[in-house]
C-alpha cells in the first residue's frame, strides 16, 4: 500500500521568506509526527498530532514554527520569515495510534535557506 | 550533553564482517529501544524493536539492550554491501511522554561495507 508521502521533495527558498510542507500520512493513522534532521545530527522532535490535535509541541524550536492537521490526514509544517539555521531535512512520520506503534517516515523535504 | 549518544563512523568493513553498533543513554526512564536503517535521500526504516533489557533476534540482526549500564547495541552478521547505509537508535519513555509515542535519536552511525 501507500506509505507516507512528502511535498516538496526539495525547497529552496530566500532568508526571510515563509515555506510550507506537506505531508499525507499512510490512510487510518491517527498519529503523525514532524522531525527535523540537520547535518551530522540525529533527528530532532517538532511536534506530534493525534487526529487533528497537537497534544505535544515541545519540539517546536521558535514561535515562526507551526503545524496543523486537517481531516485527521494531510499535514501543513509551515516556517515563517526562515533562518540559515532552518536549513535541514524535515521528516513526517505516522502510526496507527501513536504509543508503541511503529512509526513509518516518509522520504522527507529538503529545505534550504540561501 | 545529549540524552541519546551514538558514535557518528563512518564505519568501514569487509563483506562478511561481523558489525557492532553502540549508544549510550542518559534517561533511565526509556523503556523502548528501536534501530531504525535509513539510506541516503530515503526515511528511516524501522529494523529492530525491544522493549527493556534483552537481546532480540531477527535474521541477521541482533538487538541488546542492558539498561543497567544504559547501553544498547546492534550487531550485523555476515555483513552485505546493501547493509550500507545509516544506522540511528531511538529510544522512546512513554509514561513521561504521555503515550505519545515520541522517539529521541542518536546522530545515526554510517556503514559501509565493502565487496
Known amino acids: 500500500g501507500a506509505g507516507v508521502s512528502q511535498s516538496p521533495s526539495n525547497k529552496v527558498t530566500e532568508k526571510g521568506k515563509d515555506v510550507e510542507l506537506r505531508c499525507d500520512p499512510i490512510s487510518g493513522h491517527t498519529a503523525l509526527y514532524w522531525y527535523r534532521q540537520s547535518l551530522g545530527q540525529g533527528l530532532e522532535f517538532l511536534i506530534y498530532?493525534?487526529?487533528?490535535?497537537?497534544?505535544?509541541k515541545s519540539g517546536l524550536p521558535s514561535d515562526r514554527f507551526s503545524a496543523e492537521r486537517t481531516g485527521g490526514s494531510v499535514s501543513t509544517l509551515t516556517i515563517q520569515r526562515t533562518q540559515q539555521e532552518d536549513s535541514a531535512v524535515y521528516l513526517c512520520?505516522?502510526?496507527?495510534?501513536?504509543?508503541?506503534?511503529?512509526?513509518?517516515f516518509g522520504p522527507g523535504t529538503r529545505l534550504t535557506v540561501l | 550533553q545529549k540524552e541519546v549518544e551514538q558514535d557518528p563512523g563512518p564505519l568501514s568493513v569487509p563483506e562478511g564482517a561481523i558489525v557492532s553498533l553502540n549508544c549510550t543513554y542518559s534517561n533511565s526512564a526509556f523503556q523502548y529501544f528501536m534501530w531504525y536503517r535509513q539510506y541516503s535521500r530515503k526515511g528511516p526504516e524501522l529494523l529492530m524493536y525491544t522493549y527493556s533489557s534483552g537481546n532480540k533476534e531477527d535474521g541477521r540482526f541482533t538487538a541488546q539492550v542492558d539498561k543497567s549500564s544504559k547501553y544498547i547495541s546492534l550487531f550485523i552478521r555476515d555483513s552485505q554491501p546493501s547493509d550500507s547505509a545509516t544506522y540511528l537508535c531511538?529510544?522512546?519513555?512513554?509514561?513521561?511522554?504521555?503515550?505519545?509515542?515520541?522517539?529521541?535519536f542518536g546522530q545515526g552511525t554510517t556503514l559501509q561495507v565493502k565487496p
Open positions: 512520520a505516522s502510526s496507527l495510534g501513536g504509543g508503541v506503534d511503529t512509526q513509518y
Open positions: 531511538a529510544m522512546s519513555d512513554l509514561w513521561s511522554s504521555g503515550n505519545t509515542g515520541k522517539l529521541i
Open positions: 498530532f493525534q487526529g487533528n490535535s497537537a497534544p505535544d
